[in-house]
């Protein structure tokens, strides 16, 4: 069965201050990978994904994320935060499907 | 383009009572996927649908229903409401079924539910 981990529940960064949130996986095959971030009251909003090809993908509002197969890793980096990234992030796999398996979450707070 | 709208957004119930959502995918897509989101288990994947269909199914107990209609848009039904199904329902629409390839969801800002 798939799993995502995200192993920090809370990360607090200051403004301006590089930023990477780790993602781990298990799945059997190649996986499909995403992020998504989530403001307080809303729905799910996808930042990056990965299918295949360049294991360095770039998504929006300046994110990054890198597919590393042999750590089984797909982590989230921004070299500069500002205060409106705070937010909870989602890492998550896919299969063919259309069913996602989420981590746990990290919730992001920015420092001024 | 309109996104996913989700009706209603927020609704209180007591238990043992039912509750219907309703989505409405994005035009033009076909599937739509729903997620129950808790601070406890997550998000958690309960149904999706296809051609009126459903194609998978989550491990929810069977007071979790759905169904799509011609014209994609979606609904989802819990009957006799417990105190656990406090939750935010998520849906998700895509323009393809799931198995037809990896695909993107684009999700709405879902349904607060609240069981007292």
């Known amino acids: 069965a798939q799993s995502v981990t995200q192993p920090d529940i809370h990360i607090t960064v200051s403004e301006g201050a590089s930023l990477e949130l780790r993602c781990n996986y298990s799945?059997?095959?190649?996986?499909?990978l995403f992020w998504y971030v989530q403001s307080p009251g809303q729905g799910l909003q996808l930042l990056l994904k990965?299918?295949?090809?360049?294991?360095l993908v770039q998504g929006i509002k300046g994110f990054e994320a890198e597919f590393k197969r042999s750590q089984s890793s797909f982590n989230l980096r921004k070299p500069s935060v500002h205060w409106s990234d705070a937010a909870e992030y989602f890492c998550?796999?896919?299969?063919?499907?259309?069913?996602?398996?989420f981590g746990g979450g990290t919730r992001l707070m920015v420092k001024p | 383009k309109a996104g996913v709208t989700q009706t209603p957004r927020y609704l209180i119930k007591t238990r043992g009572q039912q509750v219907t959502l309703s989505c409405s995918p994005i035009?033009?897509?076909?599937?739509v996927s729903w997620y129950q989101q808790t601070p406890g288990q997550g998000l958690q994947f309960l149904f999706e649908?296809?051609?009126?269909?459903?194609?998978n199914k989550g491990n929810f107990p069977g007071r979790f229903s759905g169904r799509q209609f011609s014209n994609s848009r979606s609904e989802m039904n819990v009957s006799t409401l417990e105190l656990g199904d406090s939750a935010l329902y998520l849906c998700?629409?895509?323009?393809?079924?799931?198995?037809?390839?990896?695909?993107?969801?684009?999700f709405g800002a879902g349904s607060r539910l609240t069981v007292l």
């Open positions: 035009s033009g897509h076909r599937s």
């Open positions: 998550a796999v896919g299969n063919a499907g259309n069913m996602l398996t």
């Open positions: 990965y299918f295949s090809g360049d294991t």
């Open positions: 799945y059997g095959a190649t996986p499909y």
């Open positions: 649908y296809f051609s009126e269909t459903q194609r």
């Open positions: 998700a629409s895509s323009p393809r079924q799931g198995h037809s390839g990896a695909n993107v969801l684009t």
